[in-house]
């Protein structure tokens, strides 16, 4: 089915450094974008969004970058700290309500 | 704002017997709530969507005999796993939305293990 997988990507990052964390979209028809941090054993939390009428967007700490042109997505968090250690998921949405969710990455943050 | 509940946020409970998970809006009004499972080191996988007052729709390949739910008000939905099985056993997690907000809600979740 959709979204199945095994093995989380995991990124590592030291302490105070920048990580990115990439998502490939599949529907070029998607219009609305959100990434989601989700930490063991809870529910997902929303971080930030983005319409397909914008390229960048920022947050606290964060920074939303959309490529419709080659359907990529990716987050950027500056600074990181050991508590940004998550699991955080890219999700679409198109006409419907649906929200279709990336496989994820495990972002491990090391003192 | 935008505060989401789950109850029990873990449960388990014997083959056979069923489990009824709660989800609440508490700070709004959700006119649209969603259903997924995950499995461990997986995504979430929609399993339903419910709107206020009206069947809920189903996922391909999610029985609607087995996990059944009532969306009963706008600030609650519960999902009712019937007849559990070993194999259901998985982290259930509610989202809730509102009308022209496209942005989900996301519960706690509810781990669920059937022995």
């Known amino acids: 089915g959709e979204n199945v997988g095994l093995h989380l990507p995991t990124l590592s990052v030291q302490e105070g450094d920048n990580s990115i964390i990439n998502c490939a979209y599949s529907?070029?028809?998607?219009?609305?974008f959100i990434w989601y941090k989700q930490e063991s054993g809870k529910g997902p939390q929303f971080i930030i969004d983005?319409?397909?009428?914008?390229d960048k967007r920022q947050g606290q700490r964060v920074t939303v970058l959309l490529n419709k042109t080659v359907k990529h997505l990716s987050l950027q968090i500056a600074a990181t700290q050991p508590g940004d250690s998550a699991v955080y998921f890219c999700a679409e949405k198109g006409a419907t309500d649906k929200l279709i969710f990336g496989t994820g990455t495990r972002l491990q943050v090391f003192p | 704002g935008a505060v989401v509940s789950q109850h029990p946020s873990r449960v388990i409970c014997k083959s056979g017997t069923s489990v009824k998970i709660e989800c609440r809006s508490l700070?709004?009004?959700?006119?649209?709530m969603f259903w997924y499972r995950q499995f461990p080191k997986q995504s979430l996988m929609l399993m339903a969507t419910s709107n206020e007052g009206s069947k809920a729709t189903y996922e391909q390949g999610v029985e609607k005999d087995k996990f059944l739910i009532n969306h009963a008000s706008l600030t609650l939905s519960t999902l009712t796993v019937t007849s559990a099985h070993p194999e259901d056993s998985s982290f259930y997690i509610c989202?809730?939305?509102?009308?022209?907000?496209?942005?989900?809600?996301f519960g706690p979740g509810t781990r669920l293990l059937v022995l």
């Open positions: 700070d709004f009004q959700a006119t649209t």
């Open positions: 983005i319409r397909s009428n914008m």
């Open positions: 529907n070029s028809a998607s219009d609305y």
């Open positions: 989202s809730a939305s509102w009308l022209d907000q496209e942005t989900q809600y």
